[in-house]
């Protein structure tokens, strides 16, 4: 499996699970086959709802000694509305104490957004934290505090644009050492990722598939689909590939981590192969031509009339 080193926190496996979207009753199992085909790392979020039953399965497999807790990397995130530096180490050990962990592999800030810490999202611009209350070097202080207290090896960001990670570099004692962001041929990203290596900070694409699943009220009508592609299909064909591996393979090419998610044993294990796809150059080419800077998570359930976030200034573009 490849690798990434990731400062301060070891070796990162390039292909992980994702999680979001992976329904409760579903999502152990799916975790268990994944482990038996032999992923070795897991990405998590408090707010997708199914962390106590993901560490339910990794206790089993642990348990069953088809994995050991130091072939695992397992990745979380702090939730926007424990963005107090007070509350950060308490979401972390929620975490972990619903995953069965002592420590994380990689705690990620999700997203550059405070909310009210009795609200799990933003209904009304009154919602938000402003920044005279809570910065996100508040947020950075407190994971760092993660680190040094042994809660976590690493610790990154999530959705973090060029701009917010210059301006937190400054003041920051630790660097993060992931920037996990959507990413996929419609959306390339290179500045940022030119920027993050640059800078000695992994990159892992999430959505790389297109997202076909997220919820109704996130998609839009007449949108592509990636995975329809016919660049993407006929690279697909000529390696007797699915589109799906071309994608997958498209950012490991690139020195990218990726997390696609599927709680089907089939897909699980079409995915994990994508590892052993080789695109040739020209495929390369031909793929590099589709960025549309297109996100199918466009953080438009951020951008309420009359509050502080706007597209623009949530993704300074």
Known sequence: MRTLEIAGGGRMPA??????KAAPGVVGEAVREALRIGYRHIDCAAIYGNEAEIGAALADALRAGEVTRDELWITSKLWCNA????DVAP????????LGLARLDLYLVHWPIAVRR????AKAPGDFIPDSEVTLLDTWRGMEDAVADGLTRAIGVSNFSVKKLRELAPSARLNPAVNQVELHPYLQQ??????CHANDMAVTGYSPLGSSDRPAGMKREGEPALLDDPVISEVAAHHGAS???????WQLHQGLSVIPKSTHPARLQENFEARELILDPDDLEEIAALDLHRRYVDGAFWALPGGPHTLANLWDE
């Open 118 to 121: 009795d609200l799990v999202s």
């Open 83 to 86: 963005h107090a530096y007070d």
């Open 243 to 249: 589109p799906a591996q071309v994608l997958i393979a």
């Open 190 to 195: 290179r500045e940022l990722v030119a920027y």
């Open 91 to 98: 979401a972390l050990r929620k975490t972990l104490a619903d």
């Open 15 to 20: 292909l992980g699970l994702g999680t979001w």
